[in-house]
């Protein structure tokens, strides 16, 4: 694959973001105006001298000569072309697509993400459609995805976006990256596979290749910095297609230059791949350290009034952010649960709930968590309070309207947690925790006499 010059990188980058360039000074992006420095323009573009030895900043010894990087880039793409995986995302790469694709695949398997994509893709096609959702919307389409917190930047960077783009990704990466949930791969993704620039990405995949590709022994055996890695991909990345060049590393990592046993005979550049050729594949396997399993033990409540259900939403900053969940509590061993129980919807309702049942018990595995839920029930049939007549407050509580529904601050105001009375009906189509749901399903089977007791 050929080098062009700084002159012709330009001129890619024009006619990739529609830009107009006068002078090197200004670029006009539907409503944006942003200074574009020559320097900058000349750090992405400039060719690579035909022989360069990778300098001590660079951190590796081995030369690193054009004709080594148009191997590997050629036998790569070559490869990928043949072998590359038939994924939703890779049909239509625009920005937006891109984007949604790299947030659902953080920390999950491809074959998890694939029908969360096409739903999410089927309901909200465009950036737009995604920013005229309401989070409730986004966070169900989500659930069971895990990691909510990436669907809550979602729609926030979505926001942010028609606000201040148009509603069309700016192609820069650096103006991505001010985007909430958009790192440094994540930009270099949208930049690489949805304008075509040649731009960089470093993630778990393309590290283990290069890292093997182009580690050095005589570096007191120590794989490179990540900073340095970053430089290397930033200069094996080329000009012609660097979308393809990007996903066809991520995807010899994926399928081939796997963390363990990797499947070195089917690699298309184990040629020039030093761990090979020095027999040290194997010392650059990830090391998985076994993480401690923690046990615990909750009560859930489901409590009752007028046909409604109280629910809590964590907070932004919490496990599942944003998401609604039956309240609960960790209980130690000899603890007293009903009492416990009445003490919480005190706290919560105001109100004296003298009477509970418990209806069921399930266990539920997150991360290193192993969770056992013992679910209680009971029922507040006194009918004033913030379910009756609007206004009406109980002493001491923090009540608020939306809509049609009084909304309750919990006293536990650093969880950032907000109460709410819930209709039955609603709980299909509210996101809920994974646990939540199936309380809900033991719930809703106990209402209509199907309870038999635990």
Avoid at 63 to 82: A, C, D, N
Wanted: glycine letters at 8%; proline letters at 6%.
């Amino acid at each position: 694959m050929g080098v062009g010059g700084p002159t012709q990188g330009c001129r890619s980058l024009q006619k990739t973001v529609g830009a107009r360039v006068h002078n090197g000074k200004r670029v006009h992006n539907g409503k944006e105006d942003m200074r574009v420095k020559q320097m900058e323009c000349r750090g992405i573009f400039d060719p690579l001298p035909q022989r360069a030895k990778v300098s001590k900043k660079l951190g590796l010894k081995a030369e690193l000569s054009m004709s080594r990087i148009r191997t590997f880039r050629q036998r790569l793409v070559e490869w990928y072309r043949k072998h590359k995986r038939d994924l939703p995302w890779r049909h239509e790469p625009d920005p937006y697509k891109v984007w949604l694709s790299e947030t659902m695949l953080q920390q999950t398997q491809v074959d998890t993400v694939i029908p969360y994509y096409r739903r999410f893709v089927s309901r909200f096609p465009t950036v737009e459609s995604l920013a005229a959702a309401s989070v409730d919307e986004v966070l169900k389409l989500w659930e069971g995805l895990g990691y909510y917190r990436r669907a809550i930047h979602l729609w926030e960077a979505a926001q942010i976006v028609v606000a201040q783009f148009g509603g069309q990704l700016p192609a820069d990466p650096k103006l991505l990256q001010r985007l909430p949930g958009i790192g440094r791969y994540t930009a270099g993704a949208i930049a690489s596979i949805g304008f075509g620039l040649p731009v960089a990405i470093l993630e778990a995949n393309s590290r283990r290749v290069l890292t093997r590709v182009f580690w050095d022994l005589g570096n007191e055996g120590r794989p490179p910095e990540e900073g340095t890695l970053w430089r290397l991909a930033q200069k094996l990345v080329p000009i012609s297609d660097p979308g393809t060049f990007n996903q066809a590393l991520m995807e010899l990592g994926s399928l081939v230059c796997t963390a363990r046993k990797p499947l070195c005979g089917d690699c298309p550049v184990k040629r020039i791949c030093r761990a090979w050729r020095l027999g040290a594949v194997e010392n650059l396997s990830a090391q998985v350290r076994a993480s401690r399993t923690l046990f615990c033990k909750v009560v859930a409540l489901a409590i009752l009034r007028q046909g409604r259900v109280l629910l809590w939403r964590y907070g932004s900053a919490e496990r599942w952010a944003m998401l609604w969940d039956f309240p609960r509590f960790e209980i130690g061993p000899g603890a007293d649960v009903f009492a416990l129980a009445r003490e919480k919807a005190s706290d919560w309702t105001s109100c004296l709930v003298k009477e509970w049942t418990e209806f069921g018990r399930f266990r539920h595995s997150v991360t290193r968590f192993r969770i056992e839920v013992r679910c209680l029930l009971a029922e507040i049939r006194k009918r004033d309070g913030p379910l009756g007549e609007p206004g009406v407050e109980a002493e001491g509580a923090s009540y608020f309207r939306v809509g049609e529904r009084w909304v309750r601050k919990p006293k536990q105001s650093a969880l950032e947690r907000t109460l709410r009375w819930v209709r039955l009906e609603e709980l299909a189509n509210l996101p809920l925790t994974a646990p939540a749901r199936k309380m809900a399903g033991m719930l809703s089977r106990v209402l209509n006499g199907q309870f038999q007791d635990a």
